[in-house]
């Protein structure tokens, strides 16, 4: 059975810098893409970061130099460093795993709400 078990959202105040994680069972995480997405209210689902086995990264523009996606395959864990923090960051984060054209396993959201 596969799980992405996600952690490390709550309530931050703008500029800070929470970390999130995203631990993977029933899979071989090496092999897969892993990636953040978030949902804002009222928006469609986007993807904010990725990485894959090798280490290769991608980020969407709003988050480059902000956010670093870095993983542990050895922990089967993937990680989000989120600095700079701002409201606009406000959504539910969604740990991916991702591999070939059709498999895809979704975490089940951590709540990250920026306010002061």
């Known amino acids: 059975q596969v799980q992405l078990v996600e952690s490390g959202g709550g309530l931050v105040q703008p500029g800070g810098s929470p970390r999130l994680s995203c631990a993977a069972s029933?899979?071989?995480?090496?092999?897969?893409?892993m990636g953040w997405y978030r949902q804002a209210p009222g928006k469609q689902r986007e993807l904010v970061a990725a990485?894959?086995?090798?280490?290769?990264?991608n980020y969407v523009d709003s988050v480059k130099g902000r956010f670093t996606i870095s993983r542990d395959n050895a922990k089967k864990t993937v990680y989000l460093q989120m600095n700079s923090l701002k409201p606009e960051d406000t959504a539910v984060y969604y740990c991916?795993?991702?591999?070939?054209?059709?498999?895809?396993?979704w975490g089940q959201g951590t709540q990250v709400t920026v306010s002061s």
């Open positions: 991916n795993a991702h591999y070939g054209q059709k498999v895809d396993y």
């Open positions: 029933g899979i071989i995480f090496s092999i897969y893409v």
């Open positions: 990485i894959t086995g090798g280490g290769t990264t």
